[in-house]
Nanobody
Framework: QVQLVESGGGLVQAGGSLRLSCAAS????????MGWFRQAPGKEREFVAA????????YYRDSVKGRFTIWRDNAKNLVYLRMNSLKPEDTAVYYC?????????????????WGQGTQVTVSS
């Protein structure tokens, strides 16, 4: 069992930056690929970024490429999402998730453990 807790969300102006963190407990994250998803009001949850078990491979949705960066520190059981050049359309609750595999995956069904989410609000 893995417990995930996100932090770092908040209110930021368009063009600003935030860094989200995901802290894991219960088991080491070294065995899992990790992902970030988001859900805006009235919309379905969507994939944002994923990283494989070692950190050597990453994958992003097109709309965040070049603006968001995912990385991990397996020694500290942490996963991060750096978000630059934020836009109002990035406003959502952001969720950290641990995959059932070692490899990057954009499918919600590929993730077994989820955090409670952290709110990110980008004002125009």
């Amino acid at each position: 069992q893995v417990q995930l807790v996100e932090s770092g969300g908040g209110l930021v102006q368009a063009g600003g930056s935030l860094r989200l963190s995901c802290a894991a407990s219960g088991r080491t994250l070294r065995s899992y690929a990790m992902g970030w998803f988001r859900q805006a009001p009235g919309k379905e949850r969507e994939f944002v970024a994923a990283i494989n078990w070692s950190g050597g491979s990453t994958y992003y949705r097109d709309s965040v490429k070049g603006r968001f960066t995912i990385w991990r520190d397996n020694a500290k059981n942490l996963v991060y999402l750096r978000m630059n050049s934020l836009k109002p359309e990035d406003t959502a609750v952001y969720y950290c998730a641990a995959s059932i595999t070692y490899y990057t995956d954009s499918r919600i069904s590929g993730y077994a453990y989820w955090g409670q989410g952290t709110q990110v609000t980008v004002s125009s």
